[in-house]
Structure formats: C-alpha cells, structure tokens
C-alpha cells in the first residue's frame, strides 16, 4: 500500500512535475506476467524516475549499503528502501552473486516484475560498461522476457557526488522484449550466458547512445582509486593541508 501512495500521491506527480520524463517504448513493458527490465544505471535518480513512470510494480534488487548506512539518514533510507519492496544484495565475493539470482528469481516466480542494472554499479563517467552475466542466468533459468531500459539525462542531472539533482528533462527508454528461450537449460553454460549479457547490453546501448566500455565498471573503478593521490581519494583531507600551509 505505502508503496502506491509513494508512486502515484508523492513521488510520482513531484518527478514529473521537475523532471517532465519523455517516455519511449512503454507498450513494450508486459502489462501481466514476470519479466525483467534491464537497465543502464547513471544516477541515484535512477531508483526512483524508471519505477514511477511504469504502471506495474516493479523490485529492485538494491546494494546492501543502502539498508546499512550508519545514523539518522541510514536509518531512514533503509526504511525507506524497505517499504517500497526492494532487495538488499551483497555485491561482494562469488556466492553473494548466488544468493541475488536466488532472491530475483523468486520475484520472477511470483510473475512480477523485476529490474536489475546488469553493469553492477553506477557509471562513474556516463559511459555504459560490461554487463554481470546475472541478468543472464536469470532470464534463462526463469524463461522470462528481457526488456532493455535507457534512462538518457540522469547522469547530467545527478553525476556522483552530487546529492540535489539539476531540474533538467529526461527520457526513459524501453526497447522491444528480448526472448531467451533458445537457450534453455544452458543456465551453467558460460558461453551461452556471456552470449545472452552481450546481447542484453548491446540492445541498452542501441537505446542509450552512451560509448560502451567493454571492462567492469566495478574494476575501473577500483583500479583508478588505486592510481589517485590521498588528495584525491580524500578531498577534506587535501582542504585540511592548504590549510596548515597558510
């Protein structure tokens, strides 16, 4: 219940109010049955502009950080990721990867539908990257029909780092269902698999426009922190030295 009031009394009529999405490809989302939405992810916004727009539910599977951040703001936004159905995943380690098919699956199971960012993580520069072959499993061992989502914009109107978004209109995309069904049983198969988060990014990017990244972006990431100075990684501690030196 609390979820609908959210979607169609609070945060539904405020985002279309601010942001006046431009939808595309919406007959292209089932209006019964399961299915996963598989999207591209540039902003915090993401999480809440693509499910206001849709007229079924749909569930997330969500970082685990977002229901265990520390303090009064934690607290809310676990309260908050909570009522509105979404899954806290451990993205870390092999078997972590495991237990989110488990819980997408069982969403898919109850014919609803279910969304998932295929990169893993946010784009740090706007750029789309390698998909985690997740989506693929899930698609495959549940039969279920893929549908590509762009969100075009999110990243000018809430780059990292920023935390209020820019007012600036955004479109959402959805491209025609992808159907997997040729790879039935061949869940276990990497190649199949790798075959089918190709083919589910190839279709994002189509919608997107983004220059693609055929590298992790979780890697990247890491491998760029690794490469900055302490005055990069930690901006208060780079202010506390001009500091002292004046």
Same mark, same amino acid.
């Given at each position: #219940?609390?979820?609908?009031? @959210?979607?169609? =009394?609070v945060i &539904?009529?405020?985002?279309?109010?601010f942001f006046?999405?431009?939808?595309?490809g @919406? *007959?292209h989302?089932?209006?019964d049955?399961?299915?996963?939405?598989? &999207?591209?992810?540039?902003?915090?916004?993401d999480?809440?502009?693509m499910?206001a727009?849709?007229g079924r539910?749909?569930?997330?599977?969500a970082?685990?950080?977002? %229901?265990t951040?520390?303090?009064?703001?934690g607290?809310l936004?676990a309260?908050?990721?909570?009522?509105i159905g !979404?899954?806290? =995943?451990?993205?870390?380690?092999?078997?972590?990867? !495991?237990?989110?098919i488990?819980?997408?699956?069982k969403v898919?199971?109850?014919?609803e539908l279910?969304?998932?960012y295929? *990169?893993g993580?946010?784009s740090?520069?706007?750029?789309?990257y390698?998909?985690k072959?997740? =989506?693929a499993v #899930?698609a495959?061992k549940? !039969?279920v $029909?893929v549908?590509?989502?762009?969100?075009?914009? /999110?990243?000018?109107?809430?780059?990292?780092?920023? /935390?209020i978004?820019?007012?600036k209109r955004v /479109?959402?995309?959805?491209?025609e $269902?992808?159907?997997?069904?040729?790879y039935?049983? @061949?869940e276990?198969?990497?190649?199949?698999v790798?075959a089918?988060?190709d083919?589910?990014?190839?279709?994002i990017l189509?919608?997107?426009g983004q220059?693609? =990244?055929d590298?992790?972006?979780a890697?990247?990431?890491?491998? !760029?922190a690794?490469?900055?100075?302490?005055? *990069?990684k %930690? $901006?208060k501690?780079?202010?506390?030295?001009?500091?002292?030196?004046?």
């Amino acid at each position: #219940m609390f979820y609908y009031v @959210l979607k169609y =009394v609070v945060i &539904g009529p405020l985002l279309r109010l601010f942001f006046r999405p431009r939808i595309e490809g @919406l *007959e292209h989302v089932p209006e019964d049955g399961a299915a996963i939405i598989a &999207g591209n992810h540039l902003s915090f916004s993401d999480h809440f502009l693509m499910p206001a727009m849709l007229g079924r539910r749909i569930t997330f599977l969500a970082k685990a950080e977002y %229901f265990t951040g520390p303090g009064l703001k934690g607290r809310l936004t676990a309260a908050f990721f909570h009522s509105i159905g !979404q899954i806290p =995943v451990d993205r870390s380690g092999k078997e972590a990867g !495991q237990a989110a098919i488990r819980e997408g699956l069982k969403v898919l199971g109850r014919g609803e539908l279910l969304g998932i960012y295929p *990169e893993g993580t946010r784009s740090h520069d706007g750029r789309l990257y390698k998909g985690k072959v997740g =989506v693929a499993v #899930m698609a495959i061992k549940a !039969q279920v $029909p893929v549908v590509p989502c762009a969100m075009v914009g /999110t990243f000018e109107i809430q780059p990292p780092g920023q /935390t209020i978004p820019r007012i600036k209109r955004v /479109t959402i995309r959805f491209g025609e $269902p992808l159907d997997f069904s040729r790879y039935a049983g @061949l869940e276990n198969q990497k190649a199949a698999v790798r075959a089918v988060t190709d083919e589910i990014m190839y279709a994002i990017l189509g919608l997107s426009g983004q220059e693609y =990244v055929d590298e992790y972006a979780a890697k990247v990431k890491a491998a !760029q922190a690794e490469q900055a100075g302490p005055s *990069e990684k %930690f $901006p208060k501690l780079r202010r506390r030295r001009r500091i002292r030196a004046r």
